[in-house]
């Protein structure tokens, strides 16, 4: 097995190269394993969509959510997107799961709404690699079909890094969806090297300030400026403006005193399954 194979490699030292080509295997061989693994999880229905609540700072109603992905592995219970999307990325499973997170949120936001819940938006991710899918924008628009969600409701996430990796695609792509009547967040904004000359072509509606400079406020210098100026370029580009990873009060007052639209983070709530958070929703 792997443990004595390294240890054998280890006291025998010289014999280096095959400790790597071993232990290069193993990693094939696990990575090979995740794949297949992911593949039965989507079939066999064990992933989750959680919901993340998004509030309103002017009067700090929630008014919208986001759809996070959670793999229930029957070993080892709920694991986080991080550990299993790159690997969804990089075996092209990401498409299908995306479109299946995208079906199970518009149906649930669908839900919603006709029980009388009044809900401005429904958020969803998408990874970049979905830019290299032609299909995409007839899938989207086949999810909204089946659904039945109007597409003013479904507001589409992508990372500002994605956007910056490809930028031709990623505009003609956001064109292309902007069509369709959906709207359009930019997800970890002051992460991805945006040029402005960019940005300010890209037909989107909403920034959404990275985490990573919120963490700081109301006390690091670096983070009030980051969060004074993207909000403000926000603005000035007619766009709204989201804070993410809000955690304590202070970090409220402070966003809402930039200006800030919209906040999201564990002090309004943290992703929970569609049943836990509906209690928390408005109802007309
Ligand atoms: P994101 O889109 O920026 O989502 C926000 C992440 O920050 C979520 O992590 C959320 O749980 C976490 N978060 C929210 N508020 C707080 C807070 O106050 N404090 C802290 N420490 N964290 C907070 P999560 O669910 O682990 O998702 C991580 C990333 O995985 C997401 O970042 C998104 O990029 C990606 N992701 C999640 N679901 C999907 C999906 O269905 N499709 C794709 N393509 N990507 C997804
Ligand atoms: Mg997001
Ligand atoms: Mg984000
Ligand atoms: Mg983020």
């Known amino acids: 097995n792997a443990d004595s194979a390294l240890f054998k490699a280890k006291s025998s030292g010289r014999d280096s190269y095959a400790f790597y080509s071993q232990e290069m295997t193993e990693q094939a061989h696990q990575r090979v394993e995740l794949v297949s693994a992911l593949r039965r999880a989507l079939e066999q229905q064990q992933l989750r969509v959680h919901y993340q609540p998004i509030t309103r700072l002017a009067d700090g109603r929630m008014i919208g959510c986001e759809a996070l992905v959670r793999w229930e592995h029957p070993e080892r219970g709920l694991v986080p997107p991080g550990e299993f999307l790159p690997i969804a990325e990089e075996s092209g499973l990401i498409g299908n799961l995306d479109v299946w997170v995208l079906e199970q949120a518009c149906r649930q936001m669908r839900h919603w709404l006709t029980q009388g819940h009044d809900l401005a938006f429904m958020a969803v991710n998408l990874s970049c690699r979905l830019f290299r899918r032609s299909e995409l924008v007839r899938e989207v628009a086949q999810v909204l079909a089946s659904t039945g969600l109007k597409p003013e409701y ?99 007052e402070f966003v809402r005193q930039l200006g800030c639209d919209y906040g999201q983070g564990y002090l309004f709530g943290k992703p929970l399954p569609a049943e836990d958070i509906e209690r928390l929703w408005p109802v007309t």
Do not use: C, N, W
Request: charged share 25%.
């Open 154 to 252: 479904l507001e589409l996430e992508i990372t500002e890094s994605a956007v910056m990796e490809d930028p031709d695609t990623a505009e003609a792509l956001l064109t292309q969806l902007r069509e369709l009547g959906v709207r359009l967040a930019i997800d970890d904004f002051g992460t991805g090297y945006s040029s402005l000359q960019r940005l300010k072509r890209l037909p989107v509606h909403k920034l959404k300030i990275d985490r990573s400079f919120v963490r700081g406020l109301p006390a690091d210098p670096s983070d009030i400026a980051i969060a004074r100026a993207v909000t403000a370029l926000g603005h000035s580009l007619g766009l709204s403006v989201l804070a993410e990873g809000i955690e304590i009060d202070a970090q409220v």
